[in-house]
């Protein structure tokens, strides 16, 4: 393994300073906890909190900022966060409005953030929470039960913080938030594995002409493992499975993410931008917006996966509203 | 080889029109060649044109947009642009108020590139140029008689962009472009090389140990191959480098940039900035701004870069003006 790191166990720490470092105009890190919020804080405003295990950057310190989210939380390496962590989180951000809890579909997410929910709502912060499971490749996983949370996340994070920055009740923000995740679905696949710092080594080993198609975030098992093809056919197995959801159809508009899994060339990724649009333009639905870049990521895998968000005329609005995050900004 | 590609002779062309799928609202290709301009055109102000080999994105197509970049031209992967495709770019650009060609210091750039102007000055147009040669790594190397242009360039598009933006004439954008370079170094390093996809094999060998110092962003060799150390260590060997020029001094302030170099995930980058902070501090050096990811990316090498830029009251300013692009937006 070579890793640009200094400590195995320290990286989470020295990541969280780093990233604090380089945009002190954004977050501030809550002295001794893996948590970021906002550097103003966020008086008067519904609070969006979310967070999991580390190796998702910018996921989801990146996105603490304007337009987004008021705090997150970094668990070691593909692990989640432990409920005091979480709890600190939700009372640091929390301005007063009430507190959204965004959680990607993980047995130890969900837990984790639902006692943490419980505790602040003792100290009489009012917390709601939603939870993102986009990921159409397994109906159950490693880790979860029911569908993964993956980069559909993102947009749940743009648009419920765009409701929130508005004005929103904590019932608005909610209810957008649960509009993105009932229309946003994702999918996945990888050339190459991640490697986790602590293990050393690869989480599963491709041949020279193998990919693992439906690969979730962290290396666990996707659907099938296969020979490689162009990346058009690869996108377009991807894009079948999202699209037997029988969400997105003739006529819709979509919000499109082409989002690289980290160790993904940006030129692979328009490459496949450009199929991506030609079969939605094939099948005559509107693209309101594409995002195509490092947005959810694991670690160093290679690979890259598929989002589609449905949009209506308020989702369209809350999706183009400004944002200025470390890692997303929209003027 | 894996690679999420088609053809490997259609890469170029087919990542420029997914790139435009994904950006009309900021871009648009000139039919049938590898130049992409401002969707809305440049008239009435001073036009920006950089561009050089593919494999580098998001650079340059990613900065064509308000406040930096009016133009950008794609060669093959890691080779010069023709001149005849960088006198369309010049051409499409030309908003009637001159242009300045921002060139990365590769023989071959920069006598295509010269030649383009020359073929644009026939036509009558204004134009001039200037040369980024900002890689302190090595005096000459494989494609250049002096030091090469890295990352440095992104900050010459941002401010000279802001300048020209603001209604600068093409001397006064020339003159801020020139100071930029007179005040930026980088210094890069690879933990692993990048696979041009013609070539179907990685552009050189490094043990499971081993690291290259000084590498450019072609996979060029670099200074000195050596056992990796942590980055803290590696950080210091490039900063070291950067700070022998002496240009930066206690006192002084500075931009700073790390830059991945496509195949390094950002939590790297961030671990590596927390110990660049600390040792600007160190040395007395305010950081103004701090950039992390990947800005000028060598395909899928794994590595990163760092750059300083000293900046004053002019070149602070033009760096915090409002740029709107694929690949960088300031609010």
Redesign the interface.
């Known amino acids: 393994m070579?890793?640009?790191?200094?400590e195995v166990d320290n990286?989470v720490d020295?990541?969280?300073?780093?990233?604090v470092?380089?945009?002190p105009q954004y977050i501030r890190r809550l002295d001794g906890l893996d948590v970021v919020v906002r550097a103003g804080g966020s008086k008067g405003k519904v609070a969006l909190v979310s967070g999991g295990g580390?190796?998702h950057?910018?996921a989801h310190g990146?996105y603490v900022g304007k337009g987004m989210l008021d705090g997150a939380i970094a668990g070691a390496v593909f692990t989640s966060p432990t409920p005091d962590q979480v709890y600190e989180a939700i009372k640091a951000a929390d301005g007063g409005k009430g507190v959204l809890l965004v959680i990607k579909n993980y047995t130890g997410d969900v837990m984790n953030f639902e006692m943490a929910a419980d505790m602040a709502r003792d100290e009489g912060i009012e917390v709601d929470q939603v939870i993102t499971a986009d990921d159409v490749a397994v109906e159950n996983s490693t880790w979860t039960t029911g569908r993964r949370g993956i980069a559909g996340t993102i947009f749940v994070h743009k648009i419920a913080g765009a409701c929130a920055e508005a004005g929103g009740s904590l019932a608005d923000v909610k209810r957008v938030a649960e509009k993105v995740i009932a229309n946003v679905r994702s999918m996945g696949m990888a050339?190459?594995a991640c490697t986790v710092p602590a293990a050393g080594k690869p989480s599963f080993d491709l041949a020279?002409?193998e990919?693992e198609i439906g690969i979730g975030i962290h290396g666990e098992p996707g659907v099938n493992r296969e020979k490689?093809g162009?990346?058009?056919e690869?996108s377009d197995k991807l894009l079948d499975k999202i699209f037997a959801e029988g969400i997105y159809n003739s006529g819709d508009e979509v919000a499109?993410m082409?989002n690289g899994m980290?160790?993904?060339?940006?030129?692979?990724?328009?490459?496949?931008?450009?199929?991506i649009?030609e079969v939605l333009d094939s099948k005559g639905i509107k693209?309101a917006k594409?995002?195509?870049?490092?947005y959810m990521?694991s670690?160093?895998m290679?690979?890259?996966s598929i989002t589609l968000l449905k949009v209506d005329d308020e989702l369209k609005k809350l999706l183009a509203a400004?944002a200025?995050t470390p890692?997303f900004?929209?003027?």
């Open positions: 070579k890793k640009l790191i200094n990286i020295e990541m969280l300073d780093g990233m470092a380089a945009y580390s190796g950057e910018p990146g050339v190459d020279e002409d990919i490689i162009t990346v058009n690869i499109v082409v980290g160790g993904t060339p940006l030129m692979e990724l328009f490459v496949a931008n450009k199929h649009k693209v594409t995002l195509v870049g490092n990521t670690l160093d290679e690979g890259f400004p200025d890692a900004v929209q003027a």
